[in-house]
């Protein structure tokens, strides 16, 4: 059920919206800066077996 938030509900439901939003935002750019380092590491780790 919903409550009634009466003359608060914009302010309340966009304040909800934009926290969903930002959570989304944080979990894509932690997926993408993990992929980034990932993609770094392997390339660190292929040079040095190509010099050893």
């Not at 509900?9 to 930002?22: C, D, H, K, N, Q």
């Amino acid at each position: 059920m919903i409550p009634d938030l009466g003359k608060y509900a914009g302010a309340v439901l966009s304040s909800y919206a934009i926290s969903l939003g930002l959570l989304i935002l944080l979990v894509a750019f932690s997926v993408w800066r993990a992929a980034r380092v990932r993609r770094q590491l392997e390339e660190v780790e292929a040079r040095r077996k190509s010099d050893v």
